[in-house]
């Protein structure tokens, strides 16, 4: 390890690498705080060519090298356990945006916000937006394939890559910068990469597709009696609503939990059990579209917005819970998607195996529902207990529904793979690793 460090510290320069434990910590643990581990070093190239020679050197000395963006990940995916830390940070140059394509290449670290800032000047957007897009970055979203809020109009962090550049375990660079909107040359490797979760290869770039700002958005909190609403509304609204642009779900029990931890008060004078989160966009003022579905029979009250303060108010509600969670514990997050008519039975059934096990936990179901995709936290489990992730990846199973929506597999659903993909595809997975990374140098202990 002594000589691999001299020379990283040579290719990155010595403040560049990390050694000492205090400045090791930040990314030795992840956000939820239910990952630790221990890193060598953390080393921050600055250029795709020293990512290039850092992989060299980590996979001649057959070192585990751990890829890290943002560290804002749910599962684990970037926790180092004796391997070096490749942090992105550095890696954080963007290009002008080219208006007249309506296209960026950004670097692995640039985090998404700068993007987004960066695209609402040009009067465009970037298609994937997140609460946590004031940490997480571009390399570490193509890597596990980010979803967040409108998949429902633009598609995940896939449907957004036109090419990318990356970095191979043996130091490799390969890729396409910049790619092309059409190209059907063989096997696209954008594809491969983005949900790789960085155990393929690094990425170093991206090469990414931007849409036109829509100039009237408005936003709609209602609330409902139950799930079966919340069904029932979801199918309505996506064929009603061509402007539907997001279409979120919590209950009440997230509710009370923002309001406590952020000192909001309720914004119904009523209790409800269901809540949803409805935004629609457009060229011209989409008001009227959102409010005819306001007086659908599902819908008890109602607050609408379309003022930026005002629509931010409503949507605290929604992004405020992981934030709200984790003042409370380190809570089990577990990402899963669903047929959506599956919903009203996977909740009920979820709520009552988790008090069997364990009649402590605290579940607090809250997520996309127009992308069929629910986010499970349960508070009051020791961290390292699996009993109940395993119940409900067996009951997410069961109801054909996937382990990982948008989260991805990261530690701790490697066990479960099995439970969504056949031994056929992880058998396939596992020789493109071969070929990818023959001594399995990158992020080891992650997917497969
Ligand atoms: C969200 O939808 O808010 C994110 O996936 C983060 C989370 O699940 O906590
Ligand atoms: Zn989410």
Known sequence: VHTLLQTLSDIVGPSHLLTAPELRARYETD?????????????????????????????????PVVPQGGNSGLVGGAVPHDAVVLSTERLNRLSPIDTAAAEVVAEAGVRLEILQNACQAAGL????????????TIGGMVSTNAGGLHVLRYGSMRAQIIGVEAVQADGTIFGKIPGLRKDNTGYNFPSLLTGAEGTLAVVTRAHLLLHPALPHTCTALLAL??????????????????????????????????????QQSLPFPEEHSTYLLVECADTTNPLAQLAAALTRPEVQDA????????????????????????????????DIALPLRSFPAFTREVHRQIIDIAPHAQTILFGHIGDGNLHVNILGLSPDDMTIDEAVFRLVSSYGGSISAEHGIGKTKRPYLLLHRSSEEVSLMRQMKEVFDPHGILNPEVLL
């Open 31 to 63: 956000c939820t705080g239910r990952y630790h581990g221990h890193a060598h070093c953390v080393v921050r190239p600055a250029t795709t060519a020293q990512t290039s020679a850092v992989l060299a050197a980590c996979h001649a000395h057959r070192c």
């Open 125 to 136: 957007v970037f298609g994937v937006d997140m609460a946590s897009r004031g940490s997480a």
């Open 225 to 262: 009696a139950d799930i079966e609403s919340a069904v029932i509304l979801t199918a309505h609204l996506r064929l009603h609503l061509p402007s539907l642009h997001a279409l979120e779900i919590f209950f009440a029990e997230g509710m009370h939990i923002v309001a406590e931890h952020f």
């Open 303 to 334: 607050a609408v917005a379309e003022d930026s303060v005002g629509r931010e108010r409503l949507w605290r509600w929604r992004e405020r819970h992981t934030e709200a969670i984790r003042s409370i514990g380190i809570p089990h997050k577990l």
